[in-house]
């Protein structure tokens, strides 16, 4: 079993983690664009709030793949859960 199986899981809740961080980010830096007419930081808050949801999507579907992969995991490896 590769290490990359192992770890889709506890990848998926940093990813998701990250994920959602970017996207406050993003969105406090849009913000601020938009309150001190700055266009383009506005533009480059939403960028990374539009980043920090597809990054938390893709953390999500990791998760979701590492849960599907678990029973495999279980009866071909009953040592490593």
């Known amino acids: 079993m590769s ?4 770890n889709l ?7 998701t983690l990250k994920g959602k961080l ?3 980010a993003g969105k406090v830096e849009s913000k601020v664009g938009h309150i ?5 930081m506005e533009a480059k808050g939403k960028a990374k709030e539009v980043g920090g ?6 953390g999500k579907g990791e998760q979701k793949v590492d849960d599907a992969l678990k029973p495999r995991r279980t009866e071909d490896y009953p040592e490593d859960v």
């Open 9 to 15: 899981g506890t990848q998926g809740k940093e990813d």
């Open 22 to 24: 970017k996207q406050a």
């Open 36 to 40: 001190t007419g700055n266009r383009e």
């Open 53 to 58: 949801k597809a990054q938390s999507v893709v």
């Open 3 to 6: 290490e990359e199986n192992k």
